[in-house]
């Protein structure tokens, strides 16, 4: 199969149950080996977090916060990348440094543009919780805290439909995201023939051949990052990297590496030397 570049699609394989677990155990050994670059990684998703939700609540906008960090989550395969890099490297037996790992953002035009459709997502998500919250709960509504806003949403019809249909279509938002961007970023970041459609779609089709294990996996990160910012997103220093780091290993057991794809050409055949036959002479004359 070829891409639209022309090129030859990634090969993709079945995984099993068995890989993601794997891969959650190489992730959190990489975040043992390097444990400062994955907190500092941590740090950077959980101060966004804590920053976005103090602005909300400076502009009276408190009652997003639950969207907001639900919504949050759709944004790690992004903020992941440069830890994708550290596992990269450490399988490679490459030295890490800040300047390799912090600057792999910048290295391809095509990783940006693969953020762009993550950013594209997360605002998707955003409005769509402002036009339910207006349509469910009404245009002007506003609530003086968090509380109020969860007495409304939890204690009124409106608020549990609102509640109900918001969390149905976040749950298709983020199952199309992670569908689109599960293997991407890692695989963006190896390859340098691969254009941001291909690795979505070749992240798709790696969704489509594992059906149960991806989406075991997607549960497993909602899971993990749902927990983490109950404490003002503090438990994200630890979850970010270590899932960071197994999403590289699952990306490995998922896509075929380039050396692999080639096939390797039959050995030439030995050619049969010749025999060489006597020329037969000619009789004598009398």
């Known amino acids: 199969m070829t891409s639209i570049s022309g090129r030859t699609d990634p090969v993709v394989r079945r995984i099993a149950i068995s890989d993601v677990v794997e891969s959650l155990v190489q992730g959190l050994r990489d975040f043992q080996a390097a444990p400062l670059y994955?907190?500092?990684?941590?740090?950077?998703?959980?101060?966004?977090?804590?920053?976005?939700?103090?602005?909300?609540?400076?502009?009276?906008?408190?009652?997003?916060?639950?969207?907001?960090?639900?919504?949050?989550?759709?944004?790690?395969?992004?903020?992941?990348i440069g830890l994708y890099e550290i596992s990269r490297r450490r399988e490679a037996g490459l030295p890490l440094s800040p300047r390799a790992v912090f600057g792999v953002v910048t290295s391809r035009s095509e990783i940006g543009w693969m953020a762009f459709v993550t950013l594209f997502v997360f605002i998707i998500w955003m409005y769509q919780v402002r036009l339910l919250i207006a349509l469910f709960l009404g245009l002007n509504t506003s609530f003086a805290s968090i509380q109020d806003f969860l007495n409304v949403v939890l204690s009124t019809n409106e608020g549990l439909v609102f509640l109900l249909v918001g969390n149905c279509v976040g749950a298709a938002l983020a199952l199309v995201l992670f569908s689109l961007t599960v293997?991407?970023?890692?695989?963006?970041?190896?390859?340098?023939?691969?254009?941001?459609?291909?690795?979505?779609?070749?992240?798709?089709?790696?969704?489509?051949?594992?059906?149960?294990?991806?989406?075991?996996?997607?549960?497993?990160?909602?899971?993990?990052?749902?927990?983490?910012?109950?404490?003002?997103f503090l438990g994200l220093l630890v979850k970010l990297p270590i899932l960071g780091h197994a999403t590289w290993h699952l990306y490995r057991r998922v896509v075929v590496p380039v050396a692999a794809?080639?096939?390797?050409?039959?050995?030439?055949?030995?050619?049969?030397?010749?025999?060489?036959?006597?020329?037969?002479?000619?009789?004598?004359?009398d």
């Open 38 to 80: 994955g907190l500092a990684f941590g740090a950077v998703y959980t101060i966004g977090g804590i920053a976005i939700t103090l602005s909300l609540t400076t502009f009276g906008l408190v009652y997003l916060a639950y969207p907001l960090a639900a919504g949050f989550a759709l944004l790690g395969p992004f903020v992941a």
């Open 183 to 232: 293997v991407s970023f890692p695989l963006l970041l190896e390859r340098d023939d691969v254009d941001f459609v291909t690795a979505m779609v070749t992240s798709v089709r790696a969704v489509v051949a594992s059906p149960l294990p991806m989406i075991g996996w997607a549960a497993t990160i909602v899971l993990l990052l749902a927990i983490s910012t109950l404490p003002y």
């Open 261 to 285: 794809e080639q096939p390797q050409s039959a050995p030439a055949e030995p050619v049969a030397s010749a025999t060489v036959l006597p020329m037969p002479r000619a009789a004598p004359r």
